[in-house]
């Protein structure tokens, strides 16, 4: 079931962390790959990654911020490798400020690459997905639906995301299409948690704060990726997966950690 052999799978975002795992657990599993990133030295340097794994690969220096960009990009990957049976839009940015202490520039940087990139990415994809069949996932993340201090941008633009995946799901149903969101908790060795708890303390207080109390691995998110783009899954769409090892329970965590003072 986790076979890919033969299938085409497209990363926007793919060029480090957890999407270029992602990516690489797709080639492991035999798929062409195409990455896209902003930056043509560090996307090369990812699919240059995925062809020692032995995949077709191909880097494609594209900014999901804009549509003809990311468009062409897409285009140039269907062009090499045929229709488009996975589809990942990962590409995010973040900050920690409080909303009072963050310009409207901040604010509407991280919308435009986390949601407006996320839907230049899936709309220009559509022409180029495999129709019935595809697979389509964004990452998300849990300030979608856990208010978060510091991270207002972060919150609105990433709930926005879960919206579109779910209105997605619905009008791309009939074509054979499913659209999911996988939600990463706290990953460690990832840009994500270093900005968040840059910190030993603050690093310690994440940990303690997982109930299964360890980070996850960017493997975890990719196990998912896969599952969720396999035949195991072919009635899934219109999901928004938490892989967190349970951190979004935050009442059930909280009610314990009182009980246990």
């Known amino acids: 079931m986790d076979d890919f052999q033969g299938k085409t799978v497209f990363v926007a975002g793919g060029s480090s962390g957890i999407n270029l795992a992602i990516a690489k657990s797709f080639a492991r599993s035999g798929a062409r790959v195409a990455v896209a990133s902003r930056t043509p030295e560090r996307v090369q340097a990812a699919a240059e990654a995925l062809r020692a794994l032995g995949a077709d690969a191909l880097?494609?220096?594209?900014?999901?911020?804009?549509?003809?960009?990311?468009?062409?990009?897409?285009?140039?990957a269907h062009e090499a490798f045929?229709?488009?049976?996975?589809?990942?839009?990962?590409?995010?940015?973040?900050?920690?400020?409080?909303?009072?202490?963050?310009?409207?520039?901040?604010?509407?940087t991280v919308v435009d690459i986390d949601l407006n990139g996320t839907f230049n990415v899936l709309r220009a994809a559509h022409a180029y997905l495999r129709k019935p069949g595809a697979s389509v996932l964004s990452i998300s993340a849990p300030q979608a639906y856990n208010p978060t201090p510091y991270q207002a941008h972060v919150c609105a633009a990433k709930a926005g995301v879960d919206m579109l995946t779910r209105v997605l799901a619905m009008e791309?149903?009939?074509?054979?299409?499913?659209?999911?969101?996988?939600?990463?908790?706290?990953?460690?060795?990832?840009?994500?948690?270093?900005?968040?708890?840059?910190?030993?303390?603050?690093?310690?207080?994440m940990q303690a704060s997982i109930p299964l109390g360890r980070f996850g691995a960017v493997e975890d998110i990719a196990d998912m990726a896969r599952f969720l783009s396999s035949a195991r899954a072919q009635f899934v769409t219109g999901?928004?997966?938490?892989?967190?090892?349970?951190?979004?329970?935050?009442?059930?965590?909280?009610?314990?950690?009182?009980?246990?003072?």
């Open 172 to 205: 791309w149903g009939g074509d054979g299409i499913r659209v999911n969101s996988i939600v990463p908790g706290p990953i460690g060795d990832t840009e994500g948690v270093r900005r968040l708890a840059p910190t030993p303390e603050a690093l310690a207080r």
């Open 82 to 108: 045929g229709d488009i049976d996975v589809l990942v839009s990962g590409a995010a940015g973040n900050f920690v400020a409080p909303a009072l202490g963050m310009s409207a520039k901040g604010f509407r």
């Open 239 to 261: 999901a928004v997966i938490p892989v967190d090892g349970g951190s979004s329970l935050g009442g059930a965590r909280d009610l314990s950690a009182a009980v246990a003072a």
């Open 59 to 76: 880097g494609l220096a594209a900014d999901v911020r804009d549509a003809e960009a990311i468009a062409a990009a897409l285009a140039q």
